[in-house]
């Protein structure tokens, strides 16, 4: 059964750099792509980055592209997300999601993905 589970979220103040991460069990990450995405409060989830499987390249939405960055760690079994420059909209719960395959997908639709974590709360204070 695969199963993801985020960490490293917390309440940072703006300007500060957090480092989410999310393991995987059941499933060997490296073959996969992992997506990342986040839910303000009363706001619909968005796609914010991902990194394909197999070749690790790593997209971005405008709203974080050269402020977060992607990465995965195959050792560890676990993709990790860099968060920089961080402020009052970056606000949210961040979840890890995979569809199992190797592609990243350019929609960024929510539906696509068929496995989820739990979500980790980043909560940045002006």
């Known amino acids: 059964q695969v199963q993801l589970v985020e960490s490293g979220g917390g309440l940072v103040q703006s300007g500060s750099s957090l480092r989410l991460s999310c393991e995987a069990s059941?499933?060997?990450?490296?073959?996969?792509?992992i997506a990342w995405f986040r839910q303000a409060p009363g706001k619909q989830r968005e796609g914010i980055s991902c990194?394909?499987?197999?070749?690790?390249?790593?997209y971005y939405v405008d709203s974080v592209q050269d402020r977060f960055t992607i990465s995965r760690d195959n050792a560890k079994n676990s993709v990790y997300l860099r968060l920089s420059g961080l402020t009052s909209e970056d606000t949210a719960v961040y979840y890890c999601a995979t569809d199992i395959v190797m592609a990243c997908d350019d929609t960024w639709s929510v539906q696509t993905y068929d496995f989820w974590g739990q979500g980790t709360q980043v909560t940045v204070s002006s």
């Open positions: 059941g499933l060997p990450m490296d073959y996969y792509a």
């Open positions: 990194i394909s499987g197999g070749d690790d390249i790593p």
